[in-house]
Nanobody, 123 residues
């Protein structure tokens, strides 16, 4: 049974930081590209960041560049999203996802998803 479990969300003031973690089980983690997406109320799911199996390549949505950093630890089957300089517009449920081939920015091309975790930024 595949499980992706996010943690590290919560409430932070604007300008603050949060680090999300996503622990994977039931898959050969090192074979998967891992991604983070987010969905705000009333909006479509949005690509945040992705990292290839080795960590050699990373990809970011335009809003995330320079503020967010994705990383992974294959020994711990965990992917991380460090979010700095958070803004009220970053409020959303954040999801991690696993992909074994495909376009990293397309949510529909991910095979497995976590349940999501809330990030709230107060102004």
């Amino acid at each position: 049974q595949v499980q992706l479990v996010e943690s590290g969300g919560g409430l932070v003031q604007a300008g603050g930081s949060l680090k999300l973690s996503c622990a994977a089980s039931g898959i050969t983690f090192r074979r998967y590209t891992m991604g983070w997406f987010r969905q705000a109320p009333g909006k479509e799911r949005e690509f945040v960041a992705a990292i290839t199996w080795s960590g050699a390549n990373t990809y970011y949505g335009d809003f995330a560049k320079g503020r967010f950093t994705i990383s992974r630890d294959n020994a711990k089957n965990t992917v991380y999203l460090q979010m700095n300089s958070l803004k009220p517009e970053d409020v959303a449920v954040y999801y991690c996802a696993a992909q074994n081939g495909g376009t990293v920015t397309f949510a529909r091309e991910y095979d497995y998803w976590g349940q999501g975790i809330q990030v709230t930024v107060s102004s």
